[in-house]
């Protein structure tokens, strides 16, 4: 007779905040040091070859306008296209529009391994250049492809470490989630954020590098060194931890601890942040249609661009590449470049000595909902030229304006290299008075990390700015 097995339950891991805060401060013992890190991310910005240059749409190979449509598109139908959005809103200065938009329904991978290395906690991190990034080769996840890139529509070469990410019965997943890349880019685009754990022996090939929480933490404060797409699904690790030792106060310290702590509480419950957060879902509205390409008025088509015609906002251009380090050696695409350096700030605040974040609950036309929390300022401040301050985002007068408090991060950090052509972005973490003047805005919050982190266990919650600003916070020295 044969025996059944027996269910065995299986209880949440209660060491990985712990290995998580031992990884966070961990800088000079992990398996390389940040002088050996530097020296690899400088070989391989030396020895991978990645050379970009601006050409005429008529010299796309496999991408062509589409007659009836005008919509930009790849032959085989895979990867994405540009075309036009319609947009309604009752939001902003300006009640509707229409714009070119990146539509690439597909859902890519962008996932970090960790293992335990010595007893700590290290996350295998690739260098990568994309086409569009700034300064080249940047620190980028284990994986980080699209649906066509690894099903090979491209007919390159396989994606090194996948399996980890498509075998995970015999891995433990620290983080799974679909996340939302820009919605005033991206119609609809989510990206699978993950992070899994292995225990089996796994070599870093010449292009991975192992690291620890508290090295890339510090990398985080370099100029565009690490990429969109990594500070993303760093962003969703499943547990807060406390900030390193290092140039912030004790006081900062432990403010950003008793964040991270559900013990301590916020200025507003749970389910209270939750009902907030669904009436803005529910009273704002956002109304999108999909259009050609050719059905987009203001905007101009000439031989090596799409513009605007006030040159605001961003343009589509098209560029050609040739890589040894990538599925294939050379292509073509186009790609998104924004006109101007974007300024993304996020104004924190100590209450009862637990610190709190000024989020917006911001309507974008790409989101798949009507909004996400995002950053208390997101914007191009040159796209606001001409017109008064008073029709300016919230809050934006204050940042360009004068310091309302003490400045604790402040770096700039490129976007998606794959899909936009230096694309940059000032991000700011500032610390104001606890009575700064927020106005009582019914789209503004003031939420812990911990409420943060658990929104974003779940997908279209945090919008990738605010993400980022969120890695950034958590990784304070």
Known sequence: MTAVGKSVLRVPDDTLAHRLAMSASTVDGGCNTMAEIRSWLADRAEKQLHQVA?????????????EDSGDLRHDSGKFFRIQGLRVQSDFGPVPSWTQPIINQPEIGILGIVVKEIGGVLH???QAKSEPGNVDGVQVSPTVQATRSN????HEGGAVPYLDCFRDLGRHRVLADVLQSEQGAWFYHKRNRNMIVEVDEPVE???DFCWMTLGQLHLLLREENVVNMDARTVLSCMPAGFEAAAGGLTDEMVTAIALSCDPAFGGLHTPQETMSWLTSRESEQVVVTELTGLSDVPRWRRTDVDIHHDEHRFFRVVAV???ANSREVGDWTQPLLEPCGTGLIVLLVKRVDGVLHALVNARAEPGYRGTVELAPTVQCTPANYGGITSEQWPPFLDLVLDGDPGRILFDTELSEEGGRFHNARNRYRIIEVAEDFPDGGRPEFRWLTLHQLTSFLGHSNYVNVQ???LIACLRGLR
């Open 320 to 322: 050609s590449v040739l």
């Open 54 to 66: 601006r050409i005429p749409f008529a010299e796309l190979r496999s991408w062509r306008f589409d």
């Open 204 to 206: 870093a090939h010449e």
């Open 150 to 153: 690894y099903l090979r529509v």
């Open 466 to 468: 605010a993400r980022t």
């Open 123 to 125: 996350c295998l991190m």
